[in-house]
Nanobody
């Protein structure tokens, strides 16, 4: 069974930085896309950032939600099933549980921004940004 394990969350002051990490354990696979979503109590899980690879694995492309663009940077290695999220200039509204997700499938229609496009999830790591 494959599991994704997130780490790197914690408490930080506004304006600070955190780096989230996500790694696969168990029987691993090569992901076609990996992403970070986040969720606050009572709200839907929302897209933060994604990285996806071309079919020949030679190129990686990244996507960001408008709310995190220019502050967050995603990077990853599909062969190792690892993905990172460097979060700078953090704001209190970034406070959430952050979830790592991976997709093993090549899908014909993809936005990379919805939860149903990912088939493997981590348990989440809490990020709290104080004033």
């Amino acid at each position: 069974q494959v599991q994704l394990v997130e780490s790197g969350g914690g408490l930080v002051q506004a304006g600070g930085s955190l780096r989230l990490s996500c790694a696969a354990s168990g029987r691993t696979f090569r992901s076609t896309a990996m992403a970070w979503f986040r969720q606050t109590p009572g709200k839907e899980r929302e897209f933060a950032s994604a990285i996806h690879w071309s079919r020949d694995w030679s190129r990686a492309s990244t996507l960001y939600a408008d709310s995190v663009k220019s502050r967050f940077t995603i990077s990853g290695d599909n062969a190792e099933n690892t993905v990172y999220l460097q979060m700078n200039s953090l704001k209190p509204e970034d406070t959430a549980v952050y979830y790592c997700a991976a997709d093993r499938l090549w899908r014909s229609v993809r936005s990379f921004t919805t939860t149903d496009e990912y088939d493997t999830w981590g348990q989440g790591t809490q990020v709290t940004v104080s004033l």
